[in-house]
C-alpha cells in the first residue's frame, strides 16, 4: 500500500513563517492595507471567546459566561524561498488584548495605522507596542474630508518619541502600503543594527 | 525536512531564533486596567464537532502557535472518519501549512484548530516541521526588505 509519509514525498523546502503586526483602531484601515498587499485574498479566521466579568467565579460563573468571536484576517507574501511574510490585521477593539499579545510574538513589527478622523482611537495601539518592546511605525491614514495634521501635530497627539517614523499613507494603495511596510523594517534594521543601515 | 522538537516559547512564532528586539515583554498582567473591565478569556470547552480535544489556552500548552508549520504525516480519510474536521485538516496539511492557514481554509477558529493539530500531532497523523534553512532574525529582515522593495 502507497504511503504518504512524509520520508516518501519529494523534499520541499519550508520557509520561515513571520509576522508583521497590522494594528490601529476600528475602521482605519487594517483590512484594506492587507488585501492590497497580500499576494492571496486575505483570508478570515475567527477566535471564540468567552467573555468574563470581574469578582466571577472561575468555576461557580461558568453560565454566566457568553461567547464572542472576533474575525482575524491576514494576508501573505511570499518573500523567497527561505521566509513568508504574513500580514495580521488586529482585531479592531482594543479589549481583545490576549489576541494582541499572541500576535505580537515573535512579530517582526508593526504598523499602527492612525485615522485622522479619530486619532485617539490608536492610543491602545502604539501603547501596546511601546510596553512590549515591538518596533512600529505610525502610517496616517487620511481619509476625504478630515483634518491635515502635519508630521509633528501627530507626533505630539500619539505622544510617540522621535525615533518613530510617522508616514503619510493610503490603505488603499498597493505602492503606499509597501512603502510602509518598507519604511517599518528600515526602522527594525535601523533599531537593531545603527551602523549596518546608512 | 527539519523536524522540530517543541520546547516551549523557543517553537513559537515562527521559531524565531532571537527574543523580539527591544527586551523583555512584560506578560499579560496589568493589561487589565489598560483595557476596561470587560475581560475575554480563551475558551476551554468551545470545541465544536471534536468534543475531545480541548481548545487551547495560548501558545505555553503544546507549544503550538499561529505560525507554526505542520505536515500531514498520514494518508487522510483512513481513519478517524468520526472525526471529520480531523480528516480535512490532514488533507490540507499534504503540504506544509501554517495552524492560521489551516483554520481559515477549514474555517474554524484558530483555537480550536491549535487544539486539534496538537492532538494529532500527539497521535502522529500531523508532523511538525521547522524550516529547512533557518536563518538568524537580521538575515530574515534584510530578505524581507528585499522582498519588500521589489514588490
Ligand atoms: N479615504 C480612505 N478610505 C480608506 C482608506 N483605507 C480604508 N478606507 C476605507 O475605510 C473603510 C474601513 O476600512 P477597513 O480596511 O475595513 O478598516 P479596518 O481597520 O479593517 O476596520 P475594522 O476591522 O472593522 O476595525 C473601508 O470602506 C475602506 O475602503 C484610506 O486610506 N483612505
Ligand atoms: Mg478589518
Given at each position: 500500500m502507497a504511503s504518504a509519509d512524509s520520508e516518501t514525498r519529494p523534499q520541499e523546502a519550508i520557509p520561515q513563517a513571520v509576522k508583521i503586526i497590522i494594528?490601529?483602531?476600528f475602521g482605519a484601515g487594517k483590512t484594506t492595507l492587507v488585501a492590497s498587499v497580500s499576494e492571496i485574498t486575505p483570508l478570515s479566521t475567527e477566535e471564540v471567546m468567552t467573555e468574563a466579568s470581574y469578582g466571577v467565579d472561575d468555576i461557580g460563573g461558568v453560565e454566566h459566561k457568553t461567547t464572542t468571536t472576533v474575525a482575524l484576517d491576514f494576508g501573505r507574501i511570499t518573500i523567497n524561498d527561505d521566509v513568508v511574510l504574513y500580514l495580521f490585521g488586529t482585531p479592531g477593539q482594543d479589549r481583545f488584548w490576549f489576541m494582541w499579545d499572541e500576535l505580537a510574538e515573535g512579530a517582526l513589527g508593526a504598523v499602527v495605522?492612525?485615522?485622522?478622523?479619530?486619532?485617539?482611537?490608536?492610543?491602545?495601539?502604539?501603547d501596546f507596542f511601546e510596553r512590549r518592546g515591538v518596533p512600529f511605525v505610525v502610517a496616517v491614514n487620511r481619509f476625504e474630508g478630515s483634518t491635515v495634521y502635519r508630521e509633528e501635530e501627530v507626533r505630539q497627539a500619539l505622544d510617540v518619541s522621535a525615533d518613530v517614523p510617522i508616514i503619510l499613507a493610503d490603505a488603499r494603495e498597493r505602492g503606499s502600503c509597501k512603502e510602509v511596510l518598507v519604511e517599518?523594517?528600515?526602522h527594525v534594521i535601523r533599531g537593531r543594527d545603527p551602523v549596518m543601515s546608512g | 525536512m527539519r523536524t522540530d522538537g517543541v520546547h516551549g516559547h523557543e517553537a513559537v512564532a515562527g521559531a524565531l531564533p532571537?527574543?523580539?528586539v527591544r527586551g523583555p515583554a512584560p506578560e499579560a498582567p496589568g493589561h487589565d486596567e489598560e483595557f476596561g473591565q470587560e475581560r475575554f478569556l480563551r475558551p476551554f470547552a468551545v470545541t465544536?464537532?471534536?468534543?475531545?480535544?480541548?481548545?487551547?489556552?495560548?501558545?505555553?500548552p503544546?507549544?503550538?502557535?499561529?505560525?507554526?508549520?505542520?505536515?500531514?504525516?498520514?494518508?487522510?480519510?483512513?481513519?478517524e472518519w468520526l472525526r471529520p474536521e480531523r480528516e480535512t485538516i490532514?488533507?490540507?496539511?499534504?503540504?506544509?501549512r501554517t495552524v492560521v492557514e489551516l483554520a481559515a481554509e477549514v474555517h474554524l477558529p484558530v483555537g480550536q484548530v491549535r487544539g486539534i493539530v496538537a492532538a494529532m500531532i500527539a497521535d502522529g497523523s500531523l508532523q511538525r516541521c521547522g524550516p529547512s534553512r533557518p536563518l538568524?532574525?537580521?538575515?530574515i529582515l534584510h530578505a524581507v526588505l528585499v522582498g519588500l522593495r521589489s514588490l
Open positions: 494594528a490601529g483602531g495605522l492612525a485615522d485622522t478622523r479619530r486619532l485617539d482611537t490608536c492610543f491602545h495601539a502604539v517599518l523594517v528600515t | 532571537e527574543e523580539t465544536a464537532g471534536d468534543p475531545d480535544t480541548p481548545a487551547v489556552l495560548g501558545p505555553e503544546s507549544g503550538i502557535d499561529m505560525l507554526s508549520l505542520v505536515v500531514a504525516a498520514r494518508v487522510p480519510g483512513r481513519h490532514l488533507g490540507h496539511a499534504l503540504r506544509a538568524a532574525r537580521q538575515d
